[in-house]
Nanobody, 124 residues
Framework: QVQLVESGGGLVQAGDSLRLSCASSGRTLSSYAMGWFRQAPGKEREFVAAISRSGGNTFYADSVQGRFTISRDNAKNTVYLQMNSLKPEDTAVYYC?????????????????WGQGTQVTVSS
């Protein structure tokens, strides 16, 4: 069983940066493809970024490309989402997800394990 815990959310102003962390308690994450998703009030959960289990491949939603960076430290069982140049439309609850896989996964329905989420609020 993989238990994921997100942290690093908060209230920031437009243009600021935040770094989210997703840590695993229990099993190592080195066999897991990881993803970040977000859900704003009244909207469906949407893909943000994903990374392969080695960290060698990443993929981003168009809306965050060039502003967000996903990375991982398998020795620390942690995945990160560095968010720069934040916009009010980035406001959402951010979730990390995990699945044993070799490739990058962008669909939420493919992931097996989810964290509880961390709130990110960007004021204008």
């Amino acid at each position: 069983q993989v238990q994921l815990v997100e942290s690093g959310g908060g209230l920031v102003q437009a243009g600021d940066s935040l770094r989210l962390s997703c840590a695993s308690s229990g099993r190592t994450l080195s066999s897991y493809a990881m993803g970040w998703f977000r859900q704003a009030p009244g909207k469906e959960r949407e893909f943000v970024a994903a990374i392969s289990r080695s960290g060698g491949n990443t993929f981003y939603a168009d809306s965050v490309q060039g502003r967000f960076t996903i990375s991982r430290d398998n020795a620390k069982n942690t995945v990160y989402l560095q968010m720069n140049s934040l916009k009010p439309e980035d406001t959402a609850v951010y979730y990390c997800a995990a699945k044993i896989a070799l490739v990058v996964l962008t669909s939420a329905r493919l992931y097996d394990y989810w964290g509880q989420g961390t709130q990110v609020t960007v004021s204008s």
